[in-house]
């Protein structure tokens, strides 16, 4: 089951795309770089990122990570030498999609961070 089942009806009026869209077309372009719970791969793994990272730079990283590396944000710069200067790129998500990628990303953390406790 998805993050969510259904837009609502308004994200619709917005403009901004479907959540189930989302899921389905841009989550599976996150999963090329970040795992969840499977070590660092292209990018870092995202388990417990919620936890570590404050809400605000989150959502600004992921509508724009462009513009945090332009504006030499540290965290967005480091990331970017850690990671081989790969650039995470700016799908043009809108403040909805970007709630639902956090959503997301909370959801698998908590569910594939207790498999990985339970599992040690």
């Given amino acids: 089951m998805g993050v ?20 389905i077309d841009e989550l599976r372009k996150c999963a090329a770089c970040h795992t969840f719970g499977d070590k660092d791969g ?6 417990g990122v919620t936890h570590v990272r ?14 945090l590396l332009a504006d030499n944000d540290p965290i967005a710069t480091a990331l970017f ?5 790969v650039v995470m790129p700016n799908l043009r998500l809108g403040d909805g999609d970007v709630a639902a990628v956090l959503k ?8 594939r961070g207790t ?5 040690r």
Avoid at 4 to 23: C, K, N, Q, T, W
Avoid at 42 to 47: A, E, N, S, Y
Avoid at 54 to 67: G, H, M, N, S, V
Avoid at 104 to 111: L, N, S, V
Wanted: no cysteine.
């Fill in 4 to 23: 969510v089942d259904r837009a609502s009806h308004a994200e619709e009026e917005s403009g901004e795309r479907p959540v189930r869209i989302l899921i």
């Fill in 81 to 85: 030498a850690k990671y081989k200067q």
């Fill in 54 to 67: 404050d809400r605000a730079w989150l959502e600004r990283f992921i509508k724009t990570p462009d513009q």
């Fill in 115 to 119: 498999r990985n406790r339970k599992s």
């Fill in 104 to 111: 997301y990303i909370e959801a698998q953390g908590a569910r």
């Fill in 42 to 47: 292209i990018g870092p793994d995202l388990v």
